[in-house]
Structures are given as structure tokens and as C-alpha cells.
């Protein structure tokens, strides 16, 4: 049996339940206790009867279920209720930690599980719990307006109180006010509900809008369908293009820095400080991003990441004390070299000399010392961003996998065995360069960190052309890009109240579940049971892989067949976002029903 209908078959024993509080004239309010596919306990609504305020019918079935198992934490089971919860059961359902709760009619008056309050999703509280709202809504409509509807017309027969005039009175008595307090706390109509609340954490559109840009079309989108909406929009990025843009929206400030870009030319490169200068975000293709790079094997030879040490050197002399690195959008091949050269590492041939700048200079590297830039850090934590797990050399390392994006021949193996012999040697001399320094007490692992004998087969070492080795090399934290800055722009705190999240990015395969923003997107909204809706400019054909990892519809944006430069022209973008914004609302609104 698939969830629905497990949901509509506890929902009907829920509904005879309801019907049995109807035969015995109190408001027919049903409800089941339900563990690992059994009905553990059931009530129905009984407040008449018992004069008791607490004995509606989920409150009653809890208690019982508790006394059935012999524990008040019920967190293995999942109540059935024909009503939704007023404040008191769904407080009690937090105080018992249940898994769930599936209700079946909305109560637009009293209802504290999606229409006045989510006290199932309230951070504020020590247990949240999954809801699944409007199973078999219908029905227990029908089955609380068939009761009043026979109240208005009845003169008491077959109540249940038999020749006892006395007991009659009072029993209408109680069936007046029991309609009253009912007609007023349940809308058979449209709900009043409080107003939709949407976090929006997408990522760019890489050529044609920027995150900021198709989060901002897509709340437009959103407020087609929920006018009111509380929209809260966090820029996304998984440590490459767009991370220093997505953590400065939450606060610090932008310095631009003039250092030498890839290929020996000064560029302006922008580094984020926070407003105590404790910490600094650095994104590597500020200074040497493939963007400055005509791709031509003689540019993939020579570019540099020295650029990225002048940027290291200025946070640290700026007083930072922790500093997070983008990895991502390289142009470089170098190992990082270029960087430690920037902080003053010595890394000279046979001769002596110094090495030519990029993967040319590490055919001559001969000795590698790196005193000096431990030195110059002086203590201070990197942390690296990156969620690419290639190894530094071999056949998914830094040379083979993304050199040909670069501009390196990768088509000719020999050529390439050649360039990766010298990024080999390179890594040997980073082995003995880091034994060197543990041995002076210069360079200690972080605390926690994984330890490793040789840079050559660390995964993430060869990120943007092996500069993740040398990061590594000075004692550096590889860290999940995208679970990194998903903890620094504050994603946690913004998720817990939200209805609906909804990320994305311009093209969704089988590896986005390897790391991918949207996808640290889901798996974290997750944790908190949030329905995750992906808008994507274009998807894999099986995208079961990123299903499995909490994402729960993906909506390919293109509102019409077009050509991919005109589905990439930002103002086109724009439009087919704010489309795609209206259809993952109205897709949030036919869930529920």
C-alpha cells in the first residue's frame, strides 16, 4: 500500500470512531493511535458525557495509547484525528514527541496545526513532528455538518436517553451549547489560515541570472498565488562562483584588493571582512577565476594562484583570525603554488631559483620550504570550502578531470601523463615540506580533522588545479561548500517556521547529490520536515539520486520551447522564474488538498 492510502484507511477507522461519538450526541470528533501499522489505541470526543474539557478525541486516544505501551513518549506513533488539533491536543502531542499527526477536516477557528498556529514546526519547543493535513477532508466534513444539521432538526429522539424526561433536558441543554462552541470553532468554508511563510535559497543560473536576481523572480512568482506571503530569500552558492556574494548578504564588509590575477595582470579581487575583522571570505576566482583565461594550453601552463596568497596575506594582516576559502572557477593548474609563494614560501629549482609561475614552474620544483608562510599565518585557521573530491593526480585527479576545461590537451594521454608526473613530484615535495614543519612544531592538524600520509590521494586535493593540496600542505580545513555556507548565512534558524522552501540552479544531474547547493538545500530542509521544490533551467533524465536526498519536486523553468541563448538571456530567465515561482505555490496548495 503506498502512504496515501495507508493515511485514508487509519483516517476511516478515525471517521467510525467520529460516528460513534455522534450516536451518543457528542460532537463527532474521532481519532486512532497507531504504531508500526496497528491500531494501538482509539476515542472518540466525550466532554459532554464526562463533563470533562479534556476529553477530546485525540487527547483521549493518546492517554490510552500511553497506558497501552507502558511510556509516554510516543515518537513511533502517528495520531489520526478527523479535526485539526486545537492548542491543548497538539500541545500534548508535543509533550508525548509523537512521529506524526494526520488530520482530516481544517479548523480554520482553533486549529493550531497549520491554520492559527504550527506548534508541530515551533523551534521554540523541545519536539517537532511531521503533519499531514486534509486525508479524507471531505468525509469528516460532511460527517460534523450531518450532526448539526440533524441537531437543528431534531427533538431529541434516539439520543440515547430513553424515557428520562429529566436526562433529555439536560442532554439537550449540552447538545446546544456542545453546537454552539462547535458552530463557531469549525469553517466549513474556505480556511483563514495565517499567511504562507517561503524560504528561497537558490543558486545562480550560471550566465544568466545571478542568485539574488531568480530568487527575487521567484518570490514575484510565489505572490501571484499567495499575495500575503512572508518570503525570506537567502543567496545560495556551494563554495564557487557566488559564495563570497551569498555570505555577504547576511552582513560584513566588501574590500576590493588590486592583486595579480592568473596571468601575471593586476585585477581588482573583492575579499569579505565581518565587522569585528575576526574573519575573512576569500573566493578564489576573485583573483584567478578562469573568466581571466583565453583556455589555450599555453594559458593553462602558466596560470598562477599567486593572486589568492596576496588576498590570504591581506586578511590575515587585516586581523583575521579564521579565514573560509571558495574553491571553484579556477583558471589555475599549479598545485597552489603560486599561493604559497605569495606568503612566502620558497619553492626554488636545482639552482636555487625561484620557479616560474604555474604548471610549467613544478617540472623545475626541486625543494619546497614552508616555514615562511606558516609564519605569516601566525596561527590562523583556513578553512576551505569545496565539496570536489578529487585527489591531486591520477586518473580523477586535478589535471585529468577539469585540465580540459582549462585548456589542457587532455585528448593527448601521453602529454598529459607528462604534466601529471610533474604535479607528482610536486606532491612528494609537499609531503617532505609538511614532515618538516610537523617535526618543528609549526604545523599541527586541526582538531578533528582527518590525518593523511600523502597530499597526493587526499580527496579534495585537487581542487581548483591542486590548490587544495597546498591549503592543505598549511594546515588547512577541507570543509562541504554548500553545508559551510549553508551554516554561515544562517539557513537553520530560517527553516524551522517556514511552509515551503524552495531552491534550485540552472542545470540538475545525477552529481548533484554529490554536493550540489540545491541538494545541502533539501537534505538540511529535511531535518526539519519541510517539502523542498527545486526550480532548474534544465534536469537529467533520472534524478532519483536527488529525490533520495530530500527533494521533493523538481520544475524545469522554461514556460514554452526555446533555444538555449534565449532561455539564457537574463531577461527571459526572469520571466520563466517568476512562472516557475506560481507553479511550485499552486503545487504546495494541491499537496494539501
Known sequence: MTITEIDEKFMREALAEARAAAAVGEVPIGAVVVRDGEIVARAHNRR????DPSAHAEFAALCAAAQALGRWRLSDCTVYVTLEPCCMCAGLMVNARVGRCVYGAADAKAGALGSLYDLNADSRLNHRFNVTAGVLADECREVLSGY????RGTDGAGCGCGADLEAHAAHAEALACAEEIAVEAVDFGAACRRPRRVLLAIDSFKGSVSSAQAEAAVAEGVRRVWPDAEVCTLPLADGGEGTLDAIAACGGELVTCEVAGPLGDRV????????????AVIEMAEAAGIGYSPCTESAALAASTYGVGELILRAVRAGAKTIYIGLGGSATNDG???MLQALGAH???ECGCNIAPGLAGLE?????DLTPPLRVLNGARLVVLSDVENPLVGRRGALAVFGGQKGLPTGDAEVLRRYDSWMVGYGRLLDAAIFEVRAQGLLRAPEGARTFGSVLGVPGAGAAGGLGAALLALGAELRSGVETVLDLIGFDECVRDVDLVITGEGNMDEQSAAGKAPVGVARRAKRYGKPVVAVVGGRADNLDAAYGQ??????PVCRRPMPLDQALDPQEA??????AGEAAARSYDLARI
Open 574 to 579: 526572469t520571466t520563466n522564474l517568476i512562472c
Open 268 to 279: 581588482s579581487a573583492r575579499m569579505l571582512v565581518d565587522g569585528e575583522r575576526e574573519s
Open 336 to 338: 597552489g603554488a603560486g
Open 347 to 349: 619553492l626554488v629549482d
Open 48 to 51: 459532554e458525557l464526562d463533563q
Open 364 to 368: 623545475h620544483v626541486a625543494s619546497i
Open 550 to 555: 530530500g527533494v521533493d519536486l523538481v520544475l
Open 148 to 151: 448539526f444539521s440533524g441537531l
